[in-house]
């Protein structure tokens, strides 16, 4: 028996747990779209069109992986990709009308699902648990 270990006592175990509360609260307000989903339907409005391989980077997604969602997105008609005019191996990613405003509405939810979760704690907890968060 290892008296010097606690389960509870673990940043793994306590991010993992701050997760699920995190995803619980996310599907009950976005159920139609998955985080890495989001993830790049806010990047993209916000910096708009971009190269797939940049986008990827923007939401700190390997590129198979951004691969597999734009691939959903596109079906979902929230995304276009059309190849570069100036390096034609590389796609640009932009949102369609349909994905800006399913952009705008899910980062307006967005902020409801971030007030929830972290609705036990002050601005100042907030602040700083960001910044703890930056450091990891």
Do not use: W
Request: net charge positive.
């Amino acid at each position: 028996m290892c008296d010097d270990y606690k389960l509870d006592d673990q940043v793994g175990y306590k991010l993992r747990l701050a997760t699920q509360r995190h995803l619980e609260i996310f599907s009950k307000h976005l159920a139609d779209i998955t985080p890495t989903q989001f993830s790049i339907l806010a990047r993209l409005y916000e910096v708009g069109e971009t190269s797939q391989n940049q986008l990827g980077r923007l939401v700190a997604m390997d590129a198979a992986t951004t691969k597999g969602v734009i691939a959903l997105l596109i079906e979902k008609q929230l995304v276009t990709a059309r190849p570069d005019p100036h390096d034609l191996r590389r796609l640009q990613i932009s949102l369609t009308d349909t994905g800006r405003r399913v952009a705008a509405a899910s980062i307006e939810k967005a902020k409801k699902i971030t007030a929830d979760t972290v609705s036990n704690l002050n601005q100042r907890e907030v602040k700083r648990l960001l910044e703890l968060l930056d450091k990891i």
